[in-house]
């Protein structure tokens, strides 16, 4: 899950750069509070095998204050997030790796949709919430995203997949429906369950987090296309802007 390559072994050509982002939260009584940040690896070690992308050691501890009702949930501020973020783009940035993807684990971390739209092109965040439906499609999930909020089908599955070592027996017995969740920002995730889980894992299989996995991965060519016209955009923008300078003479000056 972490890189174990030297810097000697780091690829060099990559322009684009993963940043797994994970929590550390709740998922009921049979996945581990880390189970965001495992998928979100997951997700981006499908990616890599796939695309020439650099991938980062995940963040392990985000927003996740609505499920601090529960035993061992730790959280950080969104703006501690937010900056987290910046910082690591920017190191990137000036390390000759301009993109940034937030390869995200926790639906909870609004904060990355602003920092990706802040950005003018450089990051995006995936998967988004047209994603995970289709990825949920592509496996024949029968629970919607809606429904399948928090240690439900969709999570279970990928684990029994590719972390089945993970998962604890009672997943087959813990589904709970609260699809109308209006006030979880204020009331939290204790208003609306009391195990923790809000969904269906009961439908769970190896087989569909497998396929889920697939479909994610070959979704991400899209965002990577959109990621490489934003460049081409900016850049060639800037050829366009650059128009001779005069120093009244008729002599051009050069580029501005």
Request: hydrophobic share 40%.
């Amino acid at each position: 899950m972490l890189p174990t390559h030297t810097s000697t072994e780091e690829r060099d050509d990559a322009r684009v750069a993963l940043l797994p982002v994970g929590s550390f939260e709740q998922h009921g009584p049979f996945l581990p509070l880390a189970t965001d940040t495992v998928i979100a690896c997951t997700v981006a070690d499908a990616i890599a095998e796939r695309y020439p992308v650099r991938v980062l050691p995940p963040v392990t501890i985000s927003c996740s204050h609505e499920h601090a009702g529960w035993p061992g949930t730790v959280s950080i501020s969104a703006a501690t997030l937010y900056a987290v973020v910046r910082d690591v783009a920017e190191s990137l940035r000036k390390a000759g790796v301009p993109k940034l993807v937030l390869v995200s684990g926790h639906g909870g971390n609004y904060v990355l949709g602003n920092v990706v739209q802040e950005s003018g092109g450089a990051m995006a965040l995936f998967p988004g919430l047209d994603e995970w439906e289709d990825a949920r499609a592509a496996a024949g999930m029968a629970t919607s995203g809606i429904s399948d909020m928090h240690a439900g089908e969709l999570e279970t599955s990928i684990l029994l997949h590719a972390h089945p070592e993970l998962v604890r027996p009672g997943y087959e017995g813990a589904d709970h429906l609260a699809d109308d969740r209006r006030h979880l920002l204020t009331a939290g995730m204790a208003a609306y369950t009391a195990s923790g889980v809000i969904g269906r894992p009961s439908l769970a299989s190896a087989r569909k987090g497998r396929d889920a996995l697939a479909g994610l991965a070959e979704a991400f060519g899209s965002c990577l296309a959109v990621l490489d016209q934003q460049g081409e955009g900016a850049r060639q923008r800037g050829h366009e802007g650059q128009h001779a300078v005069d120093d009244g003479d008729g002599e051009a000056l050069g580029r501005a």
